[in-house]
């Protein structure tokens, strides 16, 4: 087997684990996204300060 | 890595520099073994009460417990690579055969086992992690490191590790541990023995050579003869017992029924036959019955797939 060979053979399987573990990434990336709308999703509707007070989000003065 | 190693590398396991491929290391998480925790942990899934879980959910809960039992594999392999090279049904793994050093495979089993629990109780609930986290300890410790090689029970308490993915999926959906799940559970536990001494009385030299004290090398094939039927009885009874609960039905009574029947037959001729017997045929029953052990589990959980999937009532109720 030549240096060339050799060298080419290497960077062929360094190349396909280099793509698999790149697939396997991607892959849990969106797996993170979809679970994170879908958990948003369930948690439901949110209403906060954002930048203005909102009195009627304050909690009622004795109950 | 650099390309410093280059300048010595080759293309095959038996130099000293081979490249390890993703195949390789995909190889360390047992896939064969993963298949079917993914079927037992689906049917959990399927067949647990309630609403149940959003189908990402459900499939990002099922893609965790199989990582999970893929990073115990890893363990596995790197804790037994040294008797894994002595026997023949596991000598061409990715360690004994030199395509991945064993510190990787340790890194690999730690990082997964981390990645994997954490992610179940995010995505499901902290019991759901917890118990993940407890089979891929059982395995990896109580199984690999010390049942494994110091007593012929190893099968029969070690068995539990594989018993728990049903389990896992139920809890994934419920946040509780039921009735039904322990069946699940108590399913798998009763049929890995009778299905590993199967394949010991099969693969003896194999057991013999690495020094693991299966029941065959302990006390004689006589006696793990006798120990298949035992098992395979209190196995039969509680597998036809479970068509009467929440995860049974006409469906999967009539599996049970069928299945437990041949089951029983062949571990009745394995308990009759002598070793001149098995060594003429080339253990063909010993050999039917490892395979009709596999389809055994799968006919059992695609029964309760099936009663999961069946409009509610079909049985009538019994309990």
Same mark, same amino acid.
């Given at each position: ?12 399987? %360094? %190349?396909? %684990? ?35 007070? %909102? ?9 | ?109 730690? @990082? ?43 099968? =029969?308490? @070690? ?11 139920? =809890? ?44 065959? =090398? ?66 063909? =029953? ?34």
């Amino acid at each position: 087997m030549s240096f060339e060979n050799v060298t080419s053979d290497v960077h062929i399987k %360094r %190349r396909s %684990r280099n793509l698999g573990v790149a697939a396997c990434l991607v892959g849990f990336m969106v797996l993170l996204f979809a679970l994170t709308m879908v958990k948003v999703q369930e948690t439901g509707a949110n209403q906060g300060f954002d930048h203005v007070v %909102r009195p009627e989000l304050l909690p009622v003065e004795g109950s | 890595m650099t390309d410093a190693s280059l300048h010595i590398a080759t293309g095959g396991p038996e130099t000293a520099e081979y490249e390890p491929t993703f195949g390789d290391y995909f190889a360390l998480l047992k896939p064969r073994v993963m298949s079917l925790v993914v079927f037992t942990a689906l049917v959990g899934i399927l067949a647990a009460p309630s609403a149940g879980l959003h189908p990402v959910e459900a499939f990002a809960a099922l893609l965790f417990i199989a990582i999970g039992a893929g990073a115990s594999g890893a363990l596995n392999m790197w804790w037994d690579a040294d008797i894994d090279g002595v026997m023949k049904r596991t000598a061409k793994r990715p360690i004994p055969s030199g395509r991945v050093t064993p510190k990787d495979a340790l890194h690999l089993g730690l @990082g997964l086992s981390l990645l994997s629990v954490m992610m179940l109780w995010l995505t499901t609930n902290w019991l759901a992690g917890a118990l993940l986290a407890f089979t891929i300890f059982f395995y990896a410790v109580v199984y690999s490191m010390w049942l494994k090689r110091s007593t012929p029970q190893n099968i =029969v308490i @070690g068995g539990a590790a594989g018993a728990f993915p049903p389990m896992i999926g139920w =809890v994934a959906v419920t946040g509780s541990v039921s009735v039904e799940a322990v069946l699940m559970f108590a399913l798998i536990f009763m049929w890995t023995p009778p299905h590993f001494w199967a394949l010991a009385l099969f693969m003896r030299s194999d057991y013999d050579d690495a020094g693991v004290p299966m029941l065959t =090398v302990t006390h004689g094939r006589r006696a793990t003869r006798r120990h298949i039927l035992a098992y395979t009885v209190l196995l039969a009874a509680l597998a036809v017992g479970a068509a009467f609960t929440g995860i049974g039905g006409p469906v999967y009574l009539a599996v049970a029924v069928i299945a437990n029947a041949i089951f029983l037959r062949d571990a009745f001729r394995i308990s009759r036959r002598s070793e001149a017997d098995a060594e003429a045929d080339n253990f063909r =029953v010993e050999r039917s019955f490892f395979r009709f052990s596999l389809l055994y589990l799968f006919l059992h959980f695609g029964a309760i797939w099936v009663e999961a999937v069946l409009p509610q009532g079909a049985w009538g109720g019994f309990f």
